[in-house]
């Protein structure tokens, strides 16, 4: 069973409601989110935990979200940081940008716009989510195709390994890891280094 690596996400926003519905549809994604409400515990939050996605609400007035940003920027530059605001101005759009934010919402926005953002940030940041399952996709992916290349049916290259086919199906399908014994077998049977297999990685 592969081990999903969560994306860490803090919420920042002084609205209970809103915040929090924010936290329950990322938790519901299957992320690892919460929710403050203090802008002022948002340093001592990020310091003292693993994040890898922050949600920022830049408040009323929308100076005090900005100046939070910035300060957030001087512990962490890394940091994806998407604003929030329900106050959107060009001021504090260009201010936002400047300060790295990877995006700007206009609140209310749906949970769908959400998403995309989210999803843009895990593959724009390098955030992945479930590394080990898209490293088991890819060398699946590339086990497939070569197969295919070579016009082998799966109880072919069953044949060749002495593997069974619902073992290589799996691995083909990414459902299942490929042990290093088995790598060398598919890539003996193949006609390739073991190299190919993960050629795209």
Do not use: W
Request: proline share 2%.
């Amino acid at each position: 069973m592969s081990r999903t690596q969560q994306l860490h996400v803090l919420v920042v926003d002084a609205e209970e409601t809103g915040g929090s519905r924010l936290a329950e549809f990322l938790v519901g994604e299957g992320h690892d989110a919460r929710h403050i409400r203090e802008p002022t515990r948002a340093l001592d939050a990020l310091k003292h935990g693993h994040c890898q996605l922050l949600l920022l609400d830049l408040g009323k007035p929308v100076d005090e979200g900005v100046q939070l940003l910035q300060r957030i920027r001087a512990a962490d530059s890394d940091l994806c940081v998407v604003a929030m605001t329900e106050r959107p101005t060009v001021e504090s759009a260009v201010a936002a940008m400047k300060l790295g934010a990877f995006d700007y919402l206009t609140r209310p926005f749906e949970f769908e716009d959400l998403r995309a953002v989210v999803r843009e940030a895990i593959r724009r940041k390098g955030l992945l989510v479930d590394l080990e399952q898209e490293l088991n996709a890819t060398v699946g992916a590339r086990i497939r195709e070569r197969r295919l290349e070579r016009r082998l049916t799966l109880k072919q290259l069953a044949n060749r390994t002495g593997l069974s086919v619902s073992l290589i199906s799996q691995i083909e399908l990414g459902r299942s890891a490929a042990s290093m014994s088995t790598l060398h077998k598919l890539a003996t049977a193949l006609s390739v280094k073991m190299t190919y297999f993960f050629e795209t990685v």
